[in-house]
C-alpha cells in the first residue's frame, strides 16, 4: 500500500470529524490518480453464458441462490454520423444486466459452491437508433438531448409511452431489480405454484425513476415485457415515479409514488395489493409546497408511508424536462429556502397524509430504512428514517463520467473546490417524526406542518451510498448499515463499511487498493431451527467487485460480522460499475443445504 494510503488510517467514533477531514483533504490532494475506474465503464462484454467462474476460498452453501444485478454498461457508441456518441453521466449508461447462480450441491454438504454467470445488454434498440443518428432520442438523466430536435419532439419523448414498434430493449430501465411485482402483466412463463411472495420465483422486473418497468426472462435476462404504472391504475399517468419502490416484508405489498407533471405537479402515492391484485391510491400530494422533483426512493414503516420532496425541485413544475431533455439540467439551483417537506401517509386506514414535516434543504438518493415507536403515555407514534444525505445538490455532478474518469482536468477541478467537495461525501441521518395521537390531543397534523428532528447523524467515511441492511428488518428498528464509502482515494466509492448505529463503531473491508466495490447485498443465514435466534449480522454479503488494475471483475462473499472475506469467484472480463441488485434464494425445488 502506497504511503498516501497509509496516512489516512481510519479509527473509531471519537475520530469521525478527523476521518471526515482526512476524506475531504485526500481528495483536495488528488489520492484518487492511483485508484483506476476506467475498466468499469469501457469495453464491457456482454456474456450470454451461464459460464463458470472460478471460485477461491469459500461461500457458504446457505448463501446459494440467484444474484441479480443490474446498471449500465456500454457508455460510447462509435463511428455515428457525428463522430463518437459520449455519455455524459454515470446514470445514463445503457442497461445491462447480469446474472450469478450460486450452486450447492444437495447432496453433500462438503462439495465447493458453483457459480454460473451470464449478462445481457438491455437497450440494444436505442444504441443501434443512436448508432444511426449520432443523437439520443430519448429523455436521460444528464444526456442534453440533441437541439436540434424540436419541443414537439423533446415532449412527446416523456410523455408518450413505449411503443411496441421500438422494441423492448429501446426503453433505458437499469437502476433496480424487483421480483413478484404485483398488478403488471408478466410475459414468464409460469415457474410452479406462489407460496406467499417470498415463494417461488416467477418475474423479474428492472426499474429506473420513471412510470415504466421493463420485464426479463429471470434465465437469460431477455427483455420479455414492458409495463406502464398506469396499466395498475388509470390515474397514474405522469412520466416520473421511483426506482426503489417499497415492499412490505409480511404480505408483499407494492408501494410506489407517481409523479404527474405540469403547472400543479400531482404526487400519487400508492399500493398493489397482492392477494387482489388491485392498486390504491393512498395519498393524493398536488399542494403549493409539494414542488415537482427528483425522488429517487421514499420510506416505509408497519403503519406509514413516509414521503419526502428534497430540495432538487424541477422547474417549470417539472416541464423544464422535456426543454433540456434531460433532469440533471431541468433541477433548479439549490436554495437553502427549499426546505425538504415530508409527508406521512397512512396505508393502514385509509386517512391518507396524517402529518407533515420540514427539515433543512438538502438532498438525497437513498433512504436505508425506517421504523415506528408508540409512546404509550400519549398515544402519540414516533417514526424514524435513515438516510443518506447531502446539504447540496452537487454530488449530483460528482458522478458525471469525465469527473469519474479524470477526464481533462475535470476531476481535479470539481474535488478541488473545498466547500464542493465538503458538500459531496455522505452523512447518513436519522430523522424523527412525532405523529401525534389526533384523538387524545386534537392536533390537526396533517394541516400543521411541524419541524422534523435529526436525532443521529454520521459521516464519511463512517457511512457511504447505496446503503443496505438485514431484509428481515425492513421497517423494523435496526443496527447495523452496510454502506459503500469514500476515504478519498477514489473519484467513486473505495471501499464496504459497516456502520454500528448503537455504538458508532465502524468496520471497513481491507480491499486492495483499486478494487471498487459495488453494492453489498445482505443475506442472511437460515435458521438451523424454528426457534434458533439470529443476530442481526449473522450472514454474508455479496458485492461485484472492479480490479481496476487488472481490468477484471470478482464476486465477493464476506463474513457480514467480521468484514472478512470467505471467498470469491472470478471473472477474467470487467463488469461495468452497477448500481443495484437483488439475492434470490433456491425455491423449495431446488438445490439448497
Request: aromatic share 10%.
Amino acid at each position: 500500500m502506497s504511503a498516501t494510503h497509509e496516512k489516512h488510517a481510519l479509527r473509531g467514533p471519537k475520530n469521525e470529524d478527523a476521518d471526515f477531514e482526512n476524506t475531504v483533504r485526500g481528495m483536495l490532494d488528488a489520492d484518487y490518480e492511483d485508484w483506476p475506474n476506467e475498466a468499469g465503464f469501457e469495453g464491457l462484454d456482454e456474456i450470454r453464458g451461464p459460464i463458470e467462474l472460478p471460485v477461491k476460498g469459500s461461500i457458504p452453501t446457505w448463501a446459494a441462490g440467484t444474484l441479480f444485478r443490474t446498471g449500465p454498461g456500454q457508455y460510447t457508441i462509435e463511428d455515428t454520423p457525428k463522430g463518437t456518441f459520449r455519455s455524459r453521466h454515470w446514470f445514463d449508461g445503457f442497461g445491462h444486466s447480469h446474472r450469478f447462480n450460486i450452486i450447492a450441491n444437495p447432496g453433500n454438504a462438503k462439495t465447493p459452491i458453483k457459480v454460473e454467470y451470464t449478462s445481457r445488454r438491455q437497450s440494444q434498440a436505442l444504441v443501434d437508433a443512436i448508432q444511426k443518428t449520432g443523437r439520443r432520442p430519448d429523455v436521460a438523466f444528464g444526456q442534453r438531448m440533441d437541439p436540434c430536435i424540436g419541443l414537439f419532439g423533446k415532449v412527446m419523448s416523456v410523455w408518450q409511452r413505449p411503443r411496441a414498434s421500438e422494441g423492448l430493449d429501446f426503453t433505458n430501465v437499469c437502476v433496480t431489480v424487483h421480483a413478484n411485482v404485483p398488478g403488471m402483466p408478466s410475459m414468464a412463463r409460469e415457474t410452479g405454484q406462489q407460496s406467499g411472495h417470498r415463494g417461488r420465483l416467477k418475474n423479474i422486473w428492472l426499474a429506473t425513476d420513471a412510470g415504466v418497468m421493463k420485464e426479463v426472462d429471470q434465465h437469460t435476462l431477455e427483455p420479455i415485457g414492458i409495463a406502464n404504472q398506469r396499466q395498475l391504475n388509470p390515474l397514474l399517468k405522469g412520466p416520473l415515479s421511483c426506482a426503489h419502490a417499497q415492499r412490505d416484508p409480511d404480505t408483499g405489498d407494492f408501494f410506489n409514488y407517481n409523479l404527474d407533471l405540469g403547472y400543479r405537479p400531482t404526487y400519487r402515492v400508492f399500493r398493489t395489493n397482492v392477494s387482489a391484485g388491485t392498486t390504491d391510491i393512498l395519498a393524493t400530494i398536488a399542494t403549493d409546497d409539494a414542488k415537482a422533483a427528483y425522488i429517487h426512493s421514499f420510506f416505509l414503516t408497519p403503519s406509514f408511508v413516509i414521503f419526502c420532496v428534497p430540495s432538487s425541485h424541477l422547474a417549470w413544475g417539472g416541464a423544464k424536462v422535456p426543454w433540456e431533455g434531460n433532469l440533471m439540467d431541468a433541477i433548479e439551483p439549490f436554495d437553502k429556502s427549499k426546505l425538504c417537506k415530508w409527508y406521512i401517509i397512512d396505508r393502514i386506514s385509509d386517512r391518507g397524509v396524517v402529518a407533515t414535516f420540514d427539515s433543512p434543504a438538502g438532498f438525497y438518493f437513498h433512504s436505508v430504512n425506517s421504523f415506528e415507536e408508540r409512546d404509550e403515555a400519549t398515544g402519540d407514534i414516533n417514526v424514524y428514517s435513515d438516510v443518506i444525505e447531502y446539504p447540496s445538490l452537487e454530488v449530483i455532478q460528482a458522478f458525471e463520467v469525465d469527473v469519474i474518469l479524470r477526464v481533462d482536468g475535470k476531476t481535479k477541478s470539481f474535488w478541488g473546490e473545498e466547500d464542493r467537495n465538503r458538500n459531496c461525501h455522505a452523512r447518513l441521518n436519522r430523522w424523527k417524526f412525532r405523529v401525534p395521537n389526533s384523538s387524545i390531543n386534537g392536533v390537526d397534523a396533517a394541516t400543521t406542518r411541524q419541524a422534523a428532528e435529526k436525532v443521529l447523524e454520521i459521516k464519511a467515511p463512517h457511512a457511504g451510498e447505496l446503503p443496505t441492511i438485514n431484509p428481515a428488518y425492513a421497517t423494523k428498528k435496526h443496527r447495523y448499515v452496510y454502506s459503500l464509502a469514500n476515504r478519498g482515494y477514489s473519484t467513486l466509492l473505495d471501499c464496504i463499511v459497516k456502520t454500528d448505529l448503537e455504538t458508532r463503531e465502524t468496520t471497513f473491508w481491507d480491499n486492495p487498493r483499486g478494487h471498487t466495490p459495488g453494492e453489498a447485498i445482505f443475506v442472511p443465514r437460515p435458521r438451523s431451527r424454528p426457534d434458533e435466534a439470529l443476530d442481526e449480522d449473522d450472514g454474508v454479503l455479496l458485492s461485484v467487485v472492479l480490479d481496476g488494475f487488472g481490468k477484471t471483475s470478482y464476486l465477493v462473499c464476506l463474513d457480514a460480522r467480521t468484514m472478512k472475506e470467505l471467498g470469491h469467484a472470478e471473472c477474467d472480463f470487467a463488469i461495468g460499475i452497477g448500481f443495484h441488485g437483488l439475492h434470490w434464494p433456491p425455491s423449495s425445488g431446488e438445490a439448497r443445504l
